[in-house]
């Protein structure tokens, strides 16, 4: 947990914040950050596609388009 609060603290807020923490904007950056690491971000286990992608790919092949 500490190094999930680093992360945050260092990745997602810019530094002008990190002295005036906010609980509302921290909570909408942190949202934003795992809506978009979570199904966007490319995976190299994927073959650089989204989980998102990865799963239509999935869908298709399976279809056997």
């Known amino acids: 947990s500490r190094s999930f609060t680093a992360l945050v603290i260092s990745q997602i807020l810019p530094h002008q914040e990190k002295q005036n923490q906010c609980r509302s904007p921290l909570h909408t ?28 790919q999935q869908i298709l092949n399976a279809q056997g388009v």
């Open 29 to 56: 950056r942190v949202s934003g950050y795992v809506l978009w690491y979570n199904p966007v971000r490319m995976h190299v286990r994927n073959g650089m596609l989204s989980p998102v992608q990865c799963e239509q």
